[in-house]
Each structure stands twice: as C-alpha cells, then as structure tokens.
C-alpha cells in the first residue's frame, strides 16, 4: 500500500517524530505541505493528514493543503499531536474528506512536549513524549490502517 502523509511539524517536531515511526512500517511518502511542491495524491492508495494542535486545530496550511489535493474517494487517516488539549482533533480536514467522499480509516494522536505561549514559563508540558510507547502505537496503529485499507 503506497501512502502519502501530508503534515505541518514545528517547534519540537513532535508530529515528524510520529509520522518518521508510522514510515518505517511501510511505503510511506512524507509530504511536508509547506514547501512548494507540485503533488499528485492520486496516485497513493491511502492519504493521511498530520499536524500538531494549534489553538485547538489542526494547522491551518494542512486544511488548506487537503482542500486544494485531496482526490475524490480515497481513503484517509489523520494523526496529530498536542501538549495540553485535542482541541477539535482533525474536524476541519475531517469534513473535507467527507465532502469528497473519502472513508476515513481513522485517527491516531498523542501528548507532545509544548513550550508555545504561556507554557513556556513552566518550562513546557507533556515533556518526553512523544516517547517509545507512543510511537511504537504510532507503528501499530499504522499498521492496523495497513490491513484495514488492503482487506477492506
């Protein structure tokens, strides 16, 4: 299964961490939406969208990335990261897959080290993760994403 894992990672690179674990379990293109690139999602089998939490969603330019390339009918996943709420998760992209009539296969996050706005005077939160159990449900979940996609 040839997937593309369209994502936005700063400050820590917590989601990069995330996804790097998820790429190891297969054929997986990781696309960073923030650089200008031209990009052909219908080629992949599957499309995945990732990004850290920001002000309770999902990175504005990774929205904008799926309304812009995501074809119609393929499957989706989404993955995201946070320091101290989900927020709304992945609802905005979410929505766009549903407009293009694509089946989500699922969603997949977990804490990450946050030292953005007033969290940085404590010196952060959710320090070391994401850590090795995160990431090894990273690869399980993936995996999982795996076997759904290619037994229906």
Do not use: W
Not at 5 to 29: F, K, P, Q, W
Not at 110 to 130: E, M, N, S, W
């Amino acid at each position: 299964m040839k997937t593309a894992i369209c994502y936005y990672s700063r400050h820590h690179g917590n989601t990069l961490n995330v996804l790097e674990a998820m790429a190891g379990e297969g054929d997986v293109d990781l696309i960073d939406v923030t650089t200008r690139q031209t990009v052909r999602l219908e080629k992949y089998d599957c499309i995945g969208f990732a990004s850290g939490i920001y002000g309770f969603e999902f990175q504005k330019a990774v929205v904008e990335f799926a309304r812009q390339y995501l074809p119609q009918g393929k499957p989706v996943f989404f993955v995201y990261t946070y320091g101290g709420a989900k927020g709304s998760g992945a609802k905005a992209v979410a929505k766009i897959a549903q407009e293009r009539s694509c089946q989500v296969l699922g969603e997949f996050s977990c804490k990450g080290y946050d030292t953005f706005g007033p969290f940085k005077l404590v010196g952060g939160i959710a320090k070391g993760h994401p850590d090795e159990r995160d990431l090894e449900n990273a690869r399980k979940f993936y995996r999982e994403i795996q076997a759904r996609n290619t037994h229906g």
